[in-house]
């Protein structure tokens, strides 16, 4: 029995039976039917698109869905077909952008009807082969134009990581005191720090140390521990977790006697580097051990008035540490200087233990001036508290 042309329930009804059993030409003028009788809502709407589609009516799917988005703006397969009708019209990058507007709204795969799971991979595989396509121009353009690939690590390299969706946009983000105004650098030029030479060439020396230290199974302790006077924070599983641990020559800003004397070359080494200076925080000088198989989670530092350098002692391979966009893997005597105030992470993905010396030292941005009036800030907030501050990474 035919539905009533002015009944727009019914007809909406009829049209999606008609879609059902794969009568595409019925169901689109059902679904007209049914919109011009008042029933032009999110789900006739959305059948009279996916009836277009069928017949291959672009215009008419993109109209159609056109109606969807005005009425439920973040409807996924709306999304995904708006990015259809642009990408039959020639329009692939406004098409690549509906396309990622659906990906990135959709919720996880399991919370999906496979039908839509499917249209969200081929949205996925869409916007894959325009981002490839898009960075395969610009990469030939600029060739053209004279731009050497082996200039990929400039700054100009990098913004054209940026820009065609390899690397994202890492800042500085402390997590206790930010400083403005400085540069956001990943990893520093080693050139810029002359005084690495010495510290490097005292590699196998400070290495000595530190297998006697590495004698005394209880001289190492976790990296993070808790504060008894502050709530406990599990800081991503990193707090007092065994994988990850430290033997201090300096700790938030106090030498330690007893392990310095261990380790009288290793001071020797150092007294050159300009070690940053807050005290009751810094310098920290300390042996980092991570087991085989230890993962740290990313993470931002407590502060970016410091930088932090590695001196790699014992490093079995598949281990690596990630600042930023940047990657680079630890290699015996090789030292290099970052900031760890900008998101970063490492793996030991090796069957044995990595050992590394890790200590803080100035920036070279800061001018004396303002180190010290950073040091005096710190001592007044101190004061405030008359407390020892909880410090850490």
């Avoid at 998101?343 to 941005?365: C, G, K, M, Y």
Wanted: charged share 25%; aromatic share 10%.
């Amino acid at each position: 029995m035919n539905a009533p042309l002015n009944d727009g329930p019914a007809l909406a009804r009829a049209a999606a039976d008609a879609l059902r059993r794969g009568e595409a030409r019925a169901a689109r003028d059902l679904f007209m039917q049914a919109a011009r009788a008042g029933q032009a809502d999110v789900a006739v709407m959305l059948g009279l698109a996916y009836s277009c589609r069928s017949l291959q009516d672009w215009a008419g799917m993109g109209a159609s869905v056109d109606r969807v988005l005005a009425l439920d703006p973040r409807n996924l397969r709306a999304l995904v077909m708006k990015g259809d009708s642009l990408e039959q019209a020639g329009d692939t990058k406004a098409a690549s952008a509906y396309y990622l507007a659906a990906l990135r709204s959709a919720p996880p795969a399991d919370r999906l009807s496979p039908d839509l799971v499917q249209e969200l991979r081929r949205a996925q595989q869409a916007s894959e082969l325009f981002s490839r396509r898009y960075e395969d121009h610009l990469r030939a353009w600029l060739k053209e134009r004279g731009f050497d690939e082996s200039q990929a690590n400039s700054r100009f390299g990098q913004a054209l990581d940026i820009v065609v969706g390899r690397k994202r946009i890492y800042l500085q983000e402390p997590r206790y005191f930010y400083f403005p105004q400085l540069p956001q650098k990943q990893f520093y030029d080693r050139a810029d720090f002359p005084w690495l030479d010495a510290v490097e060439a005292a590699t196998d020396n400070i290495r000595a140390e530190l297998q006697g230290v590495l004698q005394d199974a209880a001289a190492f302790t976790p990296y993070v521990t808790g504060d008894p006077n502050r709530p406990y924070s599990e800081q991503m599983g990193m707090t007092n977790n065994p994988a990850w641990t430290a033997f201090y020559l300096w700790q938030n800003g106090e030498l330690n006697e007893a392990n310095a004397a261990r380790c009288p070359q290793t001071m020797a080494a150092l007294a050159a580097a300009p070690l940053a200076r807050i005290p009751g925080r810094t310098p920290s000088v300390l042996f980092s051990q991570l087991k085989a198989g230890a993962h740290i989670p990313p993470h931002n530092g407590l502060i970016n008035t410091r930088l932090i350098v590695h001196l790699p002692l014992i490093v079995p391979g598949k281990c690596r540490l990630r600042v930023g966009n940047e990657v680079r893997e630890w290699q015996e005597g090789r030292a290099w200087v970052f900031d760890d105030s900008i998101d970063h992470e490492a793996w030991n993905d090796s069957d044995q233990t990595r050992v590394i010396l890790l200590f803080d030292i100035v920036r070279p941005e800061l001018t004396d001036q303002e180190n010290r009036w950073v040091s005096t800030l710190f001592e007044g907030i101190d004061a405030f508290t008359g407390q020892k501050p909880a410090w850490g990474i």
